[in-house]
């Protein structure tokens, strides 16, 4: 397993009720890279293949899964996909593969619009409509890979974001059609600073 290298200036820390995130532990400059080479715990074709495929590779990545945001909360699993879970993991408990679901839902990133991978490192990153970070995919024959580097000086203790929704994306949405699809998409309400201010 490759969680990726994390640049020796940034650290994951505990930001209270937004949970984990990457803080700068000294000031650094634009186009410093701040993750490198990170592969995907997991990689398949839909969230819940991710799900049986960590159920497939048993107790370790599950467990390294559940330390991810949305890991102490469930979703609803129908009837159908719980059997599937179940039969691929007789021994596993409904209330894990629920919570597995939603660490899939919530951090599961998409790979050239055909694949989904869950990154262990890269999900330590929150959201912000005014990053200072950027996530570049790697895409390549069993080389999927992110990278995430500065856009902007950071500051000591500043916490490192990216944007969920892509520059693209977010270009084309409205403050209240943004803050809308970070909340129907990854469930939180964005309390970033260009939403804050934008809300004033």
């Known amino acids: 397993m490759n969680s990726g290298k994390l640049s020796k200036k940034a650290a994951v820390r505990d930001l209270g009720p937004k949970g984990c995130g990457i803080i700068a532990v000294e000031c650094i400059t634009a186009q410093n890279t701040i993750l490198a080479r990170c592969k995907p715990l997991v990689i ?4 819940w293949d991710v799900v049986l495929n960590l159920l497939r590779d048993g107790t370790s990545s599950v467990t390294s899964a ?3 945001a949305g890991g102490k909360q469930e979703v609803e ?5 719980m ?3 179940l039969d ?3 021994g596993i408990e409904e209330k894990v593969v629920r919570q597995l679901f939603s660490v899939v839902r919530t951090n599961a990133l998409e790979i050239s619009g055909e694949m989904v991978g869950l990154f262990l490192n890269f999900s330590r990153f929150n959201h912000s409509c005014d990053p200072n970070c950027e996530l570049v995919v790697k895409t390549g024959m069993g080389t999927d890979s992110v990278e995430i580097f500065t856009t902007k000086n950071v500051s000591a203790g500043e916490e490192l974001t990216i944007s969920y929704l892509g520059a693209v994306v977010q270009a084309k ?3 209240m059609q ?3 699809h970070l ?3 990854w469930g939180f309400d964005c309390t970033c600073t260009l939403c804050t201010a934008q809300q004033a």
């Open 178 to 180: 943004r803050r809308r």
């Open 173 to 175: 949405l409205s403050p």
């Open 44 to 47: 398949a074709m839909t969230q």
């Open 77 to 81: 699993v129908s009837a159908n996909a």
């Open 83 to 85: 059997a599937e879970a």
């Open 88 to 90: 691929v993991d007789p």
């Open 183 to 185: 909340q129907e998409r």
């Open 66 to 68: 559940l330390q991810l």
